[in-house]
């Protein structure tokens, strides 16, 4: 209304490809930064997104209140996805177990952030064969959770590594990130032997390019995204 021309968001500015070739300085920011700059935005394009952000708040005091409704809206989004309610089982019982190896973590003197990756990716790699980056890779994932893409048996192993270093670090008591990698690789082994083992007598690797949804839609006899061929 002014007339200002200063910026007077958090924004950051980046070298991105403009429409004339070159390189220029470009005003960027994040999700939270972004969906901010929407709610200030006074036009009736707006207003969806508007009410979906008090949408969205209005569930989060709802979850704050009462945990359970985030359990069975996560329950949801998963069914709308297509999966089918054993996988939701196990995805759910995975997050319970991922929270009691952060909190050991947490315990242990590990910082959150990088060094939960760190040991995330070790622990990945030693019953997969692949780090984090490199399964996400594989699977033609980009800012999608891993987790969520994994079939039924790279689920289980994936819990089966994360509940035994668990275990292992309550046995070990360990101090700090060094004496964590070492839990992280004994329990990745753990799970790749068994990895192993079921490969050996199925014939079969464990390994998948696709999720256990696309596996339940191919055996439906519906063809399987492209990208993941």
């Known amino acids: 209304k002014e007339g ?10 980046l070298k991105m490809r ?8 470009t005003d960027v920011a994040n999700n939270k930064e ?10 009736k394009k707006a207003e969806p997104f508007k009410q ?8 989060r005091i709802e979850e704050a209140q009462n945990p359970e409704i985030a359990i069975d809206r996560a329950m949801l989004h998963y069914r709308n ?12 019982q995975s997050i319970q177990f991922r929270k009691e190896l ?7 003197g590990v910082k959150e952030g990088q060094e939960y990756a760190l040991l995330t990716s070790i622990m990945t790699q030693g019953w997969s064969g692949k780090t984090v980056k490199q399964y996400k890779q594989f699977k033609g994932l980009r800012k999608e959770n891993l987790r969520d893409n994994m079939t039924s048996l790279e689920l289980a192993l994936n819990i089966l590594a994360e509940t035994s270093a668990t275990e292992l670090s309550k046995t070990h008591n360990p101090n700090g990130i060094d004496s964590q990698k070492d839990i992280a690789r004994s329990s990745g082994k753990i799970a790749g ?31 399987i995204n492209p990208r993941q061929q």
């Open 4 to 13: 200002a021309d200063q910026l007077v968001t958090n924004c950051y500015q």
């Open 34 to 43: 972004i969906l901010r700059i929407i709610q200030s935005v006074p036009s």
């Open 193 to 223: 032997d068994a990895r192993k083992n079921i490969e050996s007598q199925t014939g079969r690797p464990i390994i998948s390019r696709h999720s256990a949804k696309e596996l339940q839609i191919s055996d439906n006899g519906l063809s």
């Open 18 to 25: 403009a429409e004339d070739g070159k390189m220029r300085l």
């Open 81 to 92: 996805l297509g999966y089918d309610e054993a996988w939701i089982n196990a995805r759910l």
């Open 52 to 59: 979906w952000l008090a949408a969205v708040g209005a569930e």
């Open 102 to 108: 952060t909190d050991e973590w947490k315990r242990t």
